[in-house]
């Protein structure tokens, strides 16, 4: 079958599409009409012997009926509300005027979907929207009118679907594949034209998408995939995504949805014999709510499954990132700090000091001939050598304390809590260390490496003024243990 942009132009042709009866257009007023009264309706409503017979029918089902027996049409009327009968009998209507049809679909399984859909809405709004539970249940009970007005205009369209008319995905696949839209869109037009209100017009047109963000458009998309499942071959392939519907945008726990699948089971008898609809091959409610458990026992496991694996992803990131960060504090060679991490934490240990009185310490190292070592023995070997007296230094200091490679030869460590006397204590024991663990190399034997020391402690000198000077003290004092030999420590004093 060729695509049929056109469809729009053909309805609006036909002039056979479902439409209400007389007493149902009466009905559509009185429900846009704010003011109307229970006399209105009343009147209205009894001059349909047919709908009021239904109607009768309703309250005294167990559906619906309480301690007293209706009867007379008033006290059904009393018994729905105005909204809930205006609803009901419109829904009797349509379903009259609109049973039978000249084309492929399956009039007695589309009412039932129907009516299954329309309760579910029923009660999944007495549920969320309670003030809206009859507004649900026309708009759940209407969602699919557009099948009967394609029909109308292409009778053979749904031939394909003669033999799985319970597979919805299926017709309206179909519709896609011809038309330039499906059922819903037609639908929606077509209740738009019966002048019915704007949120259940709209409710139509997203019953095929659950993502909308109306709530009420939500509820009966949801109530759509509930419905699929009572007459359904397989009702486990439809099963999953209502339980999943109802649990991811409706929020509704395993035993809410339990309930609604008990509570429809058991009133859609009810409903189908006040609508005529023949309910032939129901599912009973006890296999649907045993299916049901499973499945939320098996999304449980699934989303904790999904949670863990998403909690180790986060914590994998989480440590790779933080794995980056540290790589970009530390110098490629040596694995001590860098040059730029350490200007940070200079600043940040020297504010720390001067806010509490607390004491710190600069050292500043240098290895002593270290350019003798490069000419002599090529550079690879200056790269361990580098290497080998980072780990003295670093083995020698506190894991509190802040060890960096600030350029060459040259290194720094911040000590912070140490004063004078105790960063020399620790400057001395590095010095020995290095004296005492020589290089050992492969092709040039071993060598011993010494290096030179400046300290500036913030306690220990008045005119200090900010980080940086504190560490340009530090270099002074360095160049005099330099100046005097090598191989010692100097501390600065002013």
Avoid at 100 to 107: A, E, K, L, N
Avoid at 246 to 266: F, M, S
Avoid at 312 to 340: F, I, M, P
Wanted: with cysteine.
């Amino acid at each position: 079958m060729a695509h049929s942009p056109d469809i729009w132009r053909q309805l609006k042709l036909c002039t056979e599409l479902p439409s209400p009866a007389g007493i149902a257009l009466r009905i559509i007023e009185l429900c846009q009409d704010p003011e109307a009264t229970l006399n209105e309706v009343a009147g209205v409503v009894g001059r349909d012997p047919a709908i009021s017979a239904k109607l009768m029918r309703m309250a005294n089902s167990p559906l619906y009926a309480r301690r007293r027996k209706s009867e007379n049409i008033r006290q059904a009327i009393a018994l729905f509300g105005l909204n809930g009968t205006l609803v009901l009998a419109l829904g009797f209507s349509v379903v009259d005027t609109s049973r039978t049809g000249s084309g492929c679909i399956d009039h007695n399984h589309f009412w039932r979907r129907a009516l299954a859909c329309a309760i579910c809405a029923q009660m999944l709004g007495s549920r969320i929207e309670p003030a809206l539970k009859e507004e649900l249940f026309l708009a759940a009970l209407l969602q699919d009118i557009g099948m009967l007005a394609i029909e109308k205009v292409q009778p053979a369209l749904y031939q394909p679907c003669q033999a799985s008319p319970c597979q919805h995905e299926q017709i309206i696949a179909v519709e896609r594949s011809h038309l330039d839209c499906d059922h819903a869109a037609v639908g929606a037009w077509l209740l738009k034209n019966w002048n019915l209100p704007a949120h259940i017009v709209k409710a139509v047109a997203c019953s095929h998408d659950a993502q909308h963000d109306d709530r009420f458009a939500q509820i009966v998309a949801t109530a759509g995939a509930l419905g699929d499942i009572w007459w359904h071959d397989d009702p486990g392939t439809h099963f999953r995504r209502a339980m999943e519907l109802c649990k991811l945008r409706l929020n509704l726990n395993e035993d809410t949805v339990a309930d609604i699948i008990e509570a429809t089971g058991q009133q859609l008898q009810e409903a189908a014999a006040a609508f005529e609809v023949d309910t032939t091959g129901q599912i009973p409610e006890e296999l649907l709510l045993e299916k049901a458990r499973e499945l939320f026992s098996l999304m449980a496991v699934n989303t904790l499954r999904e949670t863990t694996a998403l909690r180790e992803k986060t914590e994998a990131l989480t440590q790779h990132n933080q794995q980056l960060k540290e790589q970009s504090r530390r110098d490629n060679l040596t694995g001590l700090y860098n040059r730029a991490y350490l200007d940070q934490m200079l600043a940040a240990e020297f504010q720390l000091a001067k806010e509490n009185d607390f004491p710190l310490s600069v050292i500043f190292i240098d290895l002593d001939h270290f350019k003798q070592i490069n000419d002599r023995y090529g550079h690879d070997i200056g790269d361990r050598a580098l290497i080998h007296c980072a780990q003295i230094i670093q083995e020698h200091t506190r894991h509190s304390d802040i060890v960096a490679r600030y350029g060459g030869e040259e290194f720094v460590a911040i000590l912070p809590g140490t004063d004078a006397k105790g960063a020399a204590v620790v400057c001395n024991r590095m010095l020995e260390a290095l004296r005492q663990t020589p290089l050992n190399t492969d092709t040039h034997g071993a060598f011993t490496i010494t290096a030179s020391i400046g300290i500036a402690a913030l306690d220990d000198i008045e005119d200090v003024h900010g980080a940086y000077d504190l560490l340009r003290k530090a270099d002074r004092a360095l160049y005099s243990a330099k100046h005097n030999g090598r191989d010692q420590i100097r501390v600065y004093c002013a």
